[in-house]
């Protein structure tokens, strides 16, 4: 069973940047995604890439995040630039557009003056 470690969350003010990662335990070729839970809100896909590197955005981050992924390094990453106060949440790793593997512990985000 694939392990996913998330990391690179933490406090930064509107406006600011932050790189999350996401390290799988073992070599994985999956469509991997970005997901994130704000407090009291559903779990929602925010970047997906393919095996491809094909990628795709929900609405309310394109042109502000970017998703990337190194197979070598069996790691994903997200880039989150122009970051505002709503994009504050846990983020998780996993595959996309349907999650399959078990979640990891998510890295928080909170974005706030």
């Known amino acids: 069973q694939v392990q996913l470690v998330e990391s690179g969350g933490g406090l930064v003010q509107p406006g600011g940047s932050l790189s999350l990662s996401c390290a799988a335990s073992t070599r994985f070729i999956y469509n991997m995604g970005w997901y994130r839970q704000a407090p009291g809100k559903q779990r929602e896909l925010v970047a997906r890439?393919?095996?491809?590197?094909?990628?795709d955005y929900a609405d309310d981050v394109r042109g502000r995040f970017t998703i990337s992924r190194d197979n070598a390094k069996n790691t994903v990453y997200l880039q989150m630039t122009s970051l505002k106060p709503e994009d504050t949440a846990v983020y998780y790793c996993?595959?996309?557009?349907?999650?399959?593997?078990?979640w990891g512990q998510g890295t928080q985000v909170t974005v706030s003056s």
């Open positions: 890439i393919t095996t491809g590197s094909s990628t």
């Open positions: 996993n595959t996309a557009p349907r999650a399959s593997l078990s």
